[in-house]
């Protein structure tokens, strides 16, 4: 079984930085999609941004783009977010997911482990 341990977020006021991490074990797959996903109140769930261990292929959501990095360190399993130029309309739990076997970006059919999920607030 994967586990995986989520840290950061927080609050902070917009324009500000915030930084997710997400540490996961279990797994002896190379080929790992691990992907940040986020659930504001009274929305759906939506993908943020994902990275594919195997090559460090990244996808970004339209939303975030230019403004969020995904990073892996392979060596301790960390995926971290971060997060820049941060808006009222991040505010949003956060989740860390990871799919092994391959890159599937955002879909979530694959996404098989879920973190604890992390509150980001930003205060206009």
């Known amino acids: 079984e994967v586990l995986l341990v989520q840290s950061g977020g927080g609050s902070v006021q917009a324009g500000g930085s915030l930084r997710l991490s997400c540490v996961y074990s279990g797994t002896t797959s190379t080929s790992n999609s691990v992907g940040w996903f986020r659930q504001a109140p009274g929305k759906q769930r939506e993908g943020v941004a994902a990275?594919?261990?195997?090559?460090?292929?990244?996808k970004y959501a339209d939303s975030v783009t230019g403004r969020f990095t995904i990073s892996q360190d392979t060596a301790t399993n960390t995926v971290s977010l971060q997060m820049n130029s941060l808006n009222v309309s991040d505010t949003a739990i956060y989740y860390c997911?990871?799919?092994?076997?391959?890159?599937?970006?955002?879909?979530?059919?694959?996404?098989?482990?879920w973190g604890q999920g992390t509150q980001v607030t930003v205060s206009s």
């Open positions: 997911a990871v799919a092994t076997g391959g890159w599937y970006t955002f879909d979530t059919r694959f996404y098989t482990y």
């Open positions: 990275i594919w261990t195997r090559s460090g292929a990244t």
